[in-house]
């Protein structure tokens, strides 16, 4: 799309100055302080990370974490710190030597008898935490608290599905329920209830270290935030794992890192029978479903994103491409602009992986003859990328759809939806129950988002959707209050589609609908009950102003069917003229922040359809070079970080691998300070009404091969430097 005329003037205006204005540096463009850009690590500061970010969180409560934190405090980032939840190395507890009691009965293990280990350590285990546990961890925690730490991560509560068979969760039970263990696999109430279960004990655990970090801050006088790092709803439960997710907020919790990545967006779905890695689909549900877990409550939410993944048998290629396509689908959620680059950055830009694959080869080959270091390109890529994270807290009047469908549609998810994930009849493995109704929307250019049930009967949280698609297949509401709060959104002038056949096995547990004085044999009986007696068979109904459609089939069995999406879309349609909605498919998405433009071409776009076009002048962000185009074609698969030369306000820096600072301007000359990670190539490119006579960094003319004047804009490279390089730029009379 073009800009403006009066947009295009204002450029040619700014252009006309002897000297471009140089924008402050991304992590220092907000008040000073504000965190915008954070990454974990475990290391020490090296060279080879000095990253441009505002947060350091250092990892790990056992192993020189004085040194560790000093040395990140120095070069000056702020001080979080992050450790383990489920597991660590934390062998004092297990072994006694934290309280004198041997604590290897709290290893969480599965029906067999076996303990699960993370990862490949011989004694890293998950636990099953028990109240002594929660107190370790918060005594761990204490130690980072004296050192000075302004915010606390607890990372990754999970409580396996395939386990519940330690001693500690039997005697656990017992205290809970006031009844004997039983099996999880025995029976769908008792794996709802194990579920129920774990979710309490992990909630319990962290809220005693809240409470432990809130006497802190008392003590101190200080405040001190706790956060959680955690997968999102959706990728737990596909992957069957159970945390507390959403209740988090009731026990001491002031928001979330979003641990959404290629590893767990490139897990695949079915969609139309077609079983796939959908990344950028997949991570833009997963990061609307974070978002929207604070969105009632006004809690702040970190999106991860990762260069590489816990996976070491990728190209740098395949980690480039899927990383491009978490970027992408993280910025597409404009309430959110705080960011965790990367985690363990050491590995990206110290660690070697493969350069290409052989496809004759096994697909899990890891000889190190294969393998290369990060390509310097992406290196590039990275921290152009990583500049662009600390400017997206834009104006909201700056912030607009450029093309996008039908807006306002949302699945209700519920965290009982990890509830039903293990034997005997567990919820279908590929989460086809959600990504049944989402998908179908998505890949038609609607920016559908995850709609958390347990948050759903806050006033207002239910506003600002038109349409909503809910299925108990696979889950079930916590309490009765969501049904009284959907029945008043529907007659409001709300659209809701049910697609249900009411055969989960999980509709017979011990839950609120059945138990006296209610009798109902499945919750949507209650909800229809609250919205009108009279919906007693499929079909639609107009209730208040609103419409209700309900469709007797699975989600799970239509994401398997080749069709399938179109009868999803095509009940969506239908509810949604009924309800007055306006229904629109796109392409393509594209969204502006600001001067930035992200955008991504759908794979699933009506056969036939021509892909958008965005028209205008554009710096292209995910390539190293920083080409600037004229014309973008949103092609299938593409996938887009722009910056938009023409948008009103648009910095002179458009883009750049490293971080600005002290810039000045002086008549004809232009300095800045440019730092950045060290054996890295910087590139900028910046708004110039014609070349420049010079160009010095640290006071050395850079070669004319590492700067050039074109389409209205300067280009320079130059060998990054973490002490910093001195840029100087003169322009002519």
Request: one cysteine or more; proline letters at 7%.
């Amino acid at each position: 799309m073009s800009g403006s005329s009066k947009t295009t003037r204002s450029m040619k205006l700014r252009l006309l100055l002897l000297l471009p204005l140089v924008a402050l540096s991304a992590g220092q463009s907000g008040p000073v302080g504000e965190e915008r850009v954070s990454f974990q690590t475990s290391a020490p500061y090296s060279p080879r990370v000095h990253l441009d970010a505002d947060v350091a969180m250092v990892y790990g409560f056992n192993r020189n974490l004085a040194e560790r934190i000093e040395s990140w405090r120095k070069p000056g980032y702020g001080i979080h710190f992050m450790t383990g939840v489920s597991w660590g190395n934390y062998q004092d507890y297990l072994y006694g030597k934290f309280d004198g009691r041997k604590h290897e009965d709290e290893e969480q293990m599965d029906k067999d008898g076996r303990p699960l280990r993370h990862g490949r350590s011989t004694d890293v285990f998950y636990m099953s935490p028990s109240e002594s546990y929660g107190k370790y961890l918060a005594s761990g925690i204490d130690k980072a608290l004296e050192l000075g730490v302004e915010a606390v991560h607890l990372e990754e509560p999970e409580f396996w599905v395939r386990s519940g068979y330690e001693p500690n969760f039997k005697r656990e039970w017992k205290a809970y329920y006031g009844e004997d263990w039983q099996p999880p696999h025995s029976s769908p109430d008792a794996q709802y209830r194990a579920s129920k279960l774990k979710y309490f004990l992990y909630r319990r655990a962290l809220g005693q270290v809240f409470d432990s970090v809130h006497a802190y801050e008392k003590r101190a006088g200080r405040p001190v935030k706790c956060y959680v790092a955690t997968h999102s709803l959706l990728n737990y439960s596909q992957w069957r794992i159970v945390s507390p997710m959403s209740s988090l907020i009731d026990v001491g919790c002031d928001g979330y890192i979003a641990q959404v990545w290629t590893g767990t967006a490139r897990t695949p779905n079915y969609c139309s029978g077609v079983r796939k890695e959908r990344t950028f689909e997949t991570a833009f549900l997963e990061y609307g479903a974070m978002e929207n877990l604070v969105r009632a409550s006004g809690r702040r939410v970190w999106f991860l994103h990762d260069p590489v993944e816990d996976n070491p048998d990728h190209t740098w290629e395949d980690y480039r491409v899927n990383w491009e396509s978490t970027v992408t689908a993280s910025l597409l959620h404009s309430g959110v602009w705080r960011y965790e680059a990367m985690p363990w950055p050491d590995r990206v830009f110290n660690g070697t992986y493969p350069k290409s694959r052989d496809r004759s080869r096994p697909a899990k080959t890891s000889a190190k003859t294969e393998s290369t270091p990060i390509p310097h390109a992406y290196e590039t890529e990275l921290q152009t990328a990583m500049r662009a994270l600390g400017d997206m807290n834009q104006p909201a009047n700056r912030v607009r759809w450029l093309i996008a469908g039908t807006q306002g549609a949302g699945i209700p998810v519920s965290d009982t939806l990890m509830f039903q994930r293990g034997d005997p009849d567990g919820s279908d493995h590929e989460l086809g129950s959600f990504y049944g109704l989402a998908l179908p929307l998505l890949e038609r250019g609607l920016p559908v988002e995850p709609v958390q049930i347990e948050s759903a009967a806050q006033p207002g949280f239910l506003d600002r959707y038109k349409l909503l698609l809910l299925t108990y297949e696979g889950q079930k509401p916590p309490t009765p209050e969501f049904h009284t709060a959907l029945a008043a959104w529907v007659k409001k002038g709300g659209a809701l589609v049910v697609i249900d056949d009411d055969r989960d096995p999980y509709l017979a547990v011990r839950e609120w609908w059945n138990k006296p004085p209610l009798a109902y044999a499945t919750p949507r009986l209650h909800l229809f009950e609250q919205i009108d007696r009279g919906i007693a068979a499929p079909g639609l109904y107009r209730e208040g102003q609103g419409a209700v459609l309900w469709e007797k089939l699975s989600p799970a069995a239509l994401s398997r069917q080749p069709g399938g999406d179109q009868k999803v879309r095509e009940l969506a349609m239908r509810a949604a003229a009924a309800a007055g909605l306006a229904w629109k498919e796109t392409a393509a998405i594209a969204l502006q922040r600001g001067p930035y433009v992200i955008a991504a071409g759908s794979e699933g776009a009506p056969e036939g359809k021509a892909p958008p076009v965005l028209r205008g002048k554009y710096v292209n962000l995910f390539d190293a070079g920083l080409p600037v185009l004229t014309e973008v074609r949103l092609t299938p698969g593409r996938r887009l970080l722009l910056y938009d030369l023409n948008a009103p306000g648009s910095s002179a820096i458009a883009a750049a691998a490293c971080r600005i600072r002290n810039e000045r301007r002086t008549g004809r000359i232009l300095q800045f300070r440019a730092d950045g990670i060290a054996e890295t190539t910087a590139a900028l490119r910046m708004a110039a009404a014609r070349a420049p006579s010079s160009v010095l960094a640290n006071e050395k003319p850079l070669s004319q091969e590492s700067w050039r004047f074109e389409d209205g804009t300067l280009f320079l490279t130059f060998p990054n430097a973490p002490e910093g390089v001195e840029i100087r730029v003169t322009m002519d009379r």
